[in-house]
């Protein structure tokens, strides 16, 4: 009797802990189920299902759904990109995927493959070589252009293009530069670096301001990053990080380097020229023996083609909701990017805003902003216009279009986020080959 009392007391010692641990895992698992699928259902309700970079395929049959490829994702816990479902892993939030690849790493298995595009919808990329030369001898091309729209993967995709470029010069002397770069982002701005520490002859254009895509993005949203080598500047070892102080550092190290990028310059062609090109701008045209194309996917703003439009209050992009304050403000667009910029103006209090869109309900919106401008509605802080369109834009107030009717709305200032003109026909007009990618490497 006192052998088998001795018995069921090991039991306890060594079982009871043992249970424990089984039913925290379960209701941890259990937890981690509920949360992935009501971010899928978030998903599916506002249609954000089409992954906009590169992500995971997870292969069904060899994922064991052990979560790994979920704790290692660098977007948690702000974006909860990919969860379990059923058992098995899935991506239950694709839009908040910027291609980390870090799951695929992780994963036991061998379940996870890194891909661009879906079997529904396909994603224009430009064929390139491992040294990211494009089927037109002596351009290149860095950074999101090529899918790669993390901060990390652009500079140091920047960097190597710049390497590889100098290490098959093609032809050497003239008045040529060595190579004009297109686009001060993390692209760009490694690439301008390499080129300056090689002491190579090369001239660095960007439309716009330094930083790309993360100079675009509303104030302190914060930017995610990993260490990266820059050259002459050193280590970037930010892992969180505002858009600010991502920027400052930037710019600190654009002074400190001495690297020179002409602002504002846009480029309108590239022709080939002999054994190189001619980069024609609105201000000068630049003789080079290679071409870095460093710039966006986003392109140009798309513009509303409206009499007026030229206005100096006509914007493309929210930097500062505080600039607006006490102002009448129109925002025109229906994407997350025009839902935030609403909200974020409208929820200063002191200003009335108008948000103006085509379509006839924010589909394609996340529920959070949906919910943000309905929030807006209700304090009378913003007049939302569905199926309504832009039609004259004045020095004191713009008319919208809506139902058969006219409306004019006294006016201060104009924000337009209608996407951007993509710069596929760009590159086609050069010579460059684009491939659609259906959910393939």
């Not at 310059?265 to 000068?284: C, N």
Request: net charge positive; charged share 20%.
């Amino acid at each position: 009797m006192t052998a088998r009392l001795m018995e069921y007391a090991t039991y306890l010692l060594y079982g009871f802990p043992l249970l424990l641990l089984v039913g925290w895992s379960l209701r941890r698992r259990a937890r981690l189920e509920s949360l992935s699928r009501e971010a899928q259902a978030d998903a599916h309700s506002s249609g954000l299902v089409d992954p906009v970079s590169l992500h995971p395929l997870i292969d069904p049959t060899r994922c064991i759904g052990c979560g790994s490829c979920v704790k290692v994702c660098p977007e948690q816990p702000l974006h909860r990109v990919l969860g379990v479902v059923g058992g098995r892993a899935e991506l239950v939030s694709p839009t908040d995927c910027i291609g980390h690849g870090a799951c695929k790493t992780a994963c036991p298995t061998e379940a996870i493959t890194l891909v661009f595009g879906t079997a529904r919808r396909g994603v224009e990329i430009p064929v390139l070589t491992p040294k990211f030369e494009t089927n037109v001898p002596g351009i290149f091309v860095a950074g999101e252009l090529g899918g790669m729209g993390l901060i990390r993967n652009a500079l140091e995709q920047g960097r190597q293009a710049v390497e590889a470029i100098q290490t098959s010069r093609r032809g050497s002397g003239g008045d040529r530069a060595d190579i004009v770069i297109v686009g001060a982002g993390p692209a760009g701005f490694a690439a301008s670096l390499t080129a300056l520490s090689k002491r190579m002859r090369y001239v660095t254009l960007e439309q716009e301001s330094l930083g790309g895509a993360v100079f675009q993005y509303p104030r302190g949203k914060l930017v995610m990053t990993a260490p990266a080598q820059l050259p002459i500047v050193g280590k970037v070892n930010f892992r969180h990080t505002s858009k600010e102080q991502l920027l400052e550092f930037w710019r600190e190290a654009e002074k400190s380097s001495g690297v020179r990028i002409n602002y504002r310059e846009r480029v309108e062609r590239i022709a080939p020229d002999g054994d190189g090109f001619k980069v024609h701008t609105a201000r000068a045209v630049y003789a080079t023996r290679s071409v870095l194309l460093a710039i966006g996917r986003r392109g140009t703003p798309r513009k509303l083609g409206v009499p007026g439009e030229d206005l100096p209050k006509v914007v493309y992009r929210l930097i500062d909701p505080e600039q607006y304050s006490g102002q009448h403000v129109l925002i025109v667009g229906g994407g997350d990017s025009a839902l935030e910029a609403a909200a974020s103006v409208a929820e200063l209090g002191n200003t009335q805003v108008v948000l103006s869109y085509r379509g006839d309900a924010f589909q394609r919106a996340k529920q959070g902003n949906r919910q943000r401008v309905s929030a807006g509605e209700r304090a009378g802080t913003l007049r939302v216009m569905l199926s309504s369109n832009v039609k004259q834009i004045a020095p004191g107030d713009v008319a919208i279009e809506q139902g058969g009717q006219l409306h004019r709305f006294k006016n201060d200032a104009i924000i337009v986020n209608a996407g951007g003109v993509l710069p596929t026909e760009f590159l086609r007009s050069i010579g460059i080959n684009v491939e659609t990618k259906y959910g393939t490497a």
